[in-house]
């Protein structure tokens, strides 16, 4: 497990904005709070199968055509909310989802989380 706390206060957005466009798929974040934010990372390969363990500030994620062509194109992500909220919206569906719900997207679409 990588910590965002181990870095300056200035570098940890970007710090995790890499992390996942370099580990996981390329995508765009913003957040409100830049300087209070904090992040944990965990990756593990499994062959063809990768998992993250990813937990953050709350943010917003971007993926465009630009991104999706840069890669990570062709896969399905699925992921489990362990904790707060979030809004996915991909192919004119939305969906809110909680703690416990169960998300599943394509990552050859264009999407905003």
Do not use: H, K
Request: charged residues 25%; neutral net charge.
């Amino acid at each position: 497990m990588v910590s965002a706390s181990e870095l300056p206060v200035g570098e940890r957005f970007d710090w995790f904005s890499d992390t996942l466009s370099r580990e996981v798929v390329p995508t765009a974040l913003s957040t409100e709070r830049p300087a209070e934010f904090q992040a944990e990372a965990a990756l593990l390969e499994l062959g063809e199968l990768r998992l993250a363990r990813l937990e953050f500030s709350p943010l917003s994620s971007r993926r465009t055509p630009a991104l999706i062509r840069r890669g990570g194109a062709g896969q399905y992500q699925l992921g489990l909310m362990r904790g707060g909220r979030a809004f996915l919206a991909q192919q004119r569906n939305e969906c809110r989802v909680g703690a416990g719900d169960i998300l599943l997207w394509d990552t050859s679409r264009t999407s905003d989380v």
